[in-house]
């Protein structure tokens, strides 16, 4: 059965702060592993990372994708308040299956 | 213009009541998925379809059915819609490879 774990669940930071949210799978026939940013309504892509290394990046976001470890990270720099959402992390094997998220509130 | 377009956005039906939401693609993918999200949780795989191959989650209720007539359509039929049953429903589809899997707004179902 393909997993999808992130950390931490939630967390709380204060703006300008900088974060890291953690994403590690267990997938058979692993395609991508894709980042989303949900706040209230569908989630919203942020990147897809299909090989090892290589760091994908947007503006004060970027992630990066450990095929030897299974696990991926996205980052976050000088957060605002327009951060606050879930961020999701999904991989593309079998089937796209989703982490539980990481809710992320940024206070001013 | 909206890729993947669900009905309503809203519903609302009694307990009980079959109730039918419906998912339309203009990107010829090949893949078609279903996820119930309730407040606060992640999206729940509830099925696919790699063209007409229908593919179920062991832990979806009976209580679910899908419908595939074509490419283009996706239909998620709740034959009775418990109170637990009310969700948000989020289709999504990609091309079967390694790529972004693009979503529909959801419909959000409430029961009443």
């Known amino acids: 059965e393909d997993k999808v774990v992130q950390s931490p669940l939630s967390l709380v930071v204060h703006e300008g702060d900088t974060v890291t949210l953690n994403c590690s799978y267990e997938v058979t026939n692993f395609r991508s592993l894709l980042w989303y940013k949900q706040e209230k309504k569908a989630p919203t892509f942020l990147f897809m990372l299909t090989s090892s290394g290589i760091e994908k990046k947007s503006g004060r976001l970027s992630s990066i994708l450990d095929k030897k470890e299974l696990s991926s990270i996205l980052n976050i720099t000088a957060t605002q308040t327009g951060d606050s959402a879930i961020y999701l992390c999904a991989v593309s094997g079998y089937a796209l299956n989703f982490g539980k998220g990481t809710s992320l509130l940024v206070t001013p | 213009d909206a890729m993947v377009i669900q009905n309503p956005r809203y519903q609302v039906t009694q307990f009980g009541k079959p109730v039918t939401l419906s998912c339309s693609q203009t990107?010829?993918?090949?893949?078609m998925y279903w996820y119930q999200q309730k407040s606060s949780q992640a999206p729940k795989l509830l099925f696919h379809?790699?063209?007409?191959?229908?593919?179920n989650e062991a832990d979806t209720p009976d209580n679910f059915q899908s419908r595939r007539p074509n490419t283009s359509f996706c239909f998620l039929d709740i034959r009775s819609p418990g109170l637990g049953d009310a969700a948000m429903y989020l289709c999504a589809t990609t091309s079967g490879g390694a790529d972004e899997a693009f979503f529909g707004q959801g419909t959000r179902l409430t029961v009443v």
């Open positions: 990107l010829n993918h090949n893949v």
């Open positions: 379809y790699y063209d007409k191959d229908f593919n």
